[in-house]
């Protein structure tokens, strides 16, 4: 089975910190482009972060940077998101993606999603 499976996320008040993390199974991420994205209710999807598939390119979304570091371990098959200074605009379920193509911040290119983690940015 093909599986991603994100952890990591919850209830944090505006200004704190949250590290998600993404752990794939039955395939080797280390053939794969990686990305974050989240949907906020009522909103479309929308890429957060994405890392080429040794780790030496790596894209944010303008909202995020500064902010958000996306990472990976491909030794341990896991992917990271840290999120640092985080906003109520922040609030989404976030997903973490697999892809086999060009690492993008469009949702299209990518061939296998997590089930998703809800982050939620509130006092």
């Known amino acids: 089975q093909v599986q991603l499976v994100e952890s990591g996320g919850g209830l944090v008040q505006p200004g704190g910190s949250l590290r998600l993390s993404c752990a794939a199974s039955g395939f080797t991420l280390d053939y794969y482009v990686i990305g974050w994205f989240r949907q906020a209710p009522g909103k479309e999807r929308e890429g957060v972060s994405c890392?080429?598939?040794?780790?030496?390119?790596?894209y944010y979304a303008d909202s995020v940077k500064g902010r958000f570091t996306i990472s990976r371990d491909n030794a341990k098959n896991t992917m990271s998101l840290q999120m640092n200074n985080l906003k109520p605009e922040d609030t989404a379920i976030y997903y973490c993606?697999?892809?086999?193509?060009?690492?993008?911040?469009?949702?299209?290119?990518?061939?296998?999603w997590g089930q998703g983690t809800q982050v939620t940015v509130s006092s």
């Open positions: 993606a697999a892809g086999t193509r060009w690492a993008s911040l469009n949702p299209g290119p990518y061939n296998y």
């Open positions: 890392i080429s598939r040794n780790g030496g390119n790596t």
